[in-house]
């Protein structure tokens, strides 16, 4: 049974930064590819980085712009574990944050660059609150 286990959120005043990570068990992490997502209140859930089972050896990682700059994802195929640090958070990030797997890293690229999810990645996370407020 495969599970994604997200952890870090809470509350976090503009500006400042958060870890989350994500507990990966019930597959084998050198064959998939991963994503983090969010949906903030009254929103589409959108994609903001993914990476490929190669890590940074195929070009990537990949974000949206939204994030670019700010946000880094990364991935520890050993401990079966991956990582957002997000660092100068502003409120328009509080969300909840999903993190996402799938075989094709295309399928979770594509998703940050559209507005509503096209195709939804093959296993998803329960999610974690992240809130960004004075």
């Known amino acids: 049974q495969v599970h994604l286990v997200e952890s870090g959120g809470g509350l976090v005043q503009p500006g400042g930064s958060l870890r989350l990570s994500c507990a990966v068990s019930?597959?084998?992490?050198?064959?998939?590819?991963f994503g983090w997502f969010r949906q903030a209140p009254g929103k589409e859930r959108e994609g903001i980085a993914c990476?490929?089972?190669?890590?940074?050896?195929?070009?990537?990682?990949f974000y949206r712009e939204s994030v670019e700059g700010r946000f880094t994802i990364s991935r520890d195929n050993a401990k079966n574990m991956i990582h957002l640090q997000m660092n100068n958070l502003k409120p328009e990030d509080t969300a909840v944050y999903y993190c996402?797997?799938?075989?094709?890293?295309?399928?979770?690229?594509?998703?940050?660059?559209?507005?509503?999810?096209?195709?939804?990645?093959?296993?998803w996370g329960q999610g974690t609150l992240v809130t960004v407020s004075s």
């Open positions: 990476i490929s089972s190669k890590g940074e050896r195929d070009g990537g990682p």
């Open positions: 019930g597959i084998d992490l050198n064959e998939y590819s």
């Open positions: 996402a797997a799938d075989k094709l890293l295309a399928r979770l690229f594509r998703e940050l660059h559209t507005d509503r999810i096209i195709r939804e990645p093959e296993y």
